[in-house]
């Protein structure tokens, strides 16, 4: 009898906004195996706040929208379960209190030697892990290292920003088609 032998690989999840003046901010989510191979990809529509959104939610607007109304909607809508969601954006890290999955911000690292309790160094950045993680700082070092080997962490995000403008232009030129007067026969 032959059973399957195959282990099943963590899936990497990337989460990052697009932000423009024309239209708003898009937010997209990429999961990739740990060899860097896209797996699923999301986007959202764009959020443009209200004034009166902008004068009552003040300074916690731009976490609420990437957190709770972008990343939130991304997250709750993807088929494939993650180990981790890496963002670039540390106001997506509020999400770590709305999810079951580890929220980690990558950044640069800064040259900065010290290091915060829930902060950890993998592959040249620092990573930021939502304080409302049910997982140790050391899980998820050991978790990044098989996927920090293949990728540069915050090559993802390039990625996704390039779908998201690409998606961008695409339903720009539909529009245009849509409302472009008929040719004279």
Do not use: W
Request: aromatic letters at 4%.
């Amino acid at each position: 009898m032959d059973s399957d032998t195959s282990k099943p690989l963590p899936a990497f999840g990337f989460l990052t906004t697009l932000e423009t003046a024309e239209h708003g901010t898009f937010g997209g989510y990429l999961v990739l195996s740990p060899l860097g191979r896209p797996l699923e990809f999301r986007c959202s529509t764009p959020v443009v706040p209200s004034r009166a959104q902008q004068i009552l939610f003040g300074p916690t607007l731009r976490p609420y929208l990437l957190a709770d109304v972008i990343g939130q909607t991304l997250l709750a809508e993807a088929t494939l379960p993650v180990a981790v969601v890496l963002t670039d954006q540390v106001e997506m890290l509020p999400l770590a209190a709305l999810r079951t999955q580890p929220i980690v911000c990558v950044q640069a690292t800064d040259g900065m030697q010290r290091t915060e309790v829930n902060e950890l160094r993998v592959g040249g950045y620092r990573l930021t892990l939502g304080t409302a993680a049910a997982i140790s700082v050391e899980d998820v070092r050991e978790t990044l290292e098989l996927l920090s080997s293949n990728v540069d962490l915050c090559e993802p995000f390039g990625r996704v920003v390039a779908a998201l403008t690409e998606a961008q232009l695409a339903s720009h030129d539909a529009s245009e088609t849509e409302h472009a007067p008929a040719a004279a026969a």
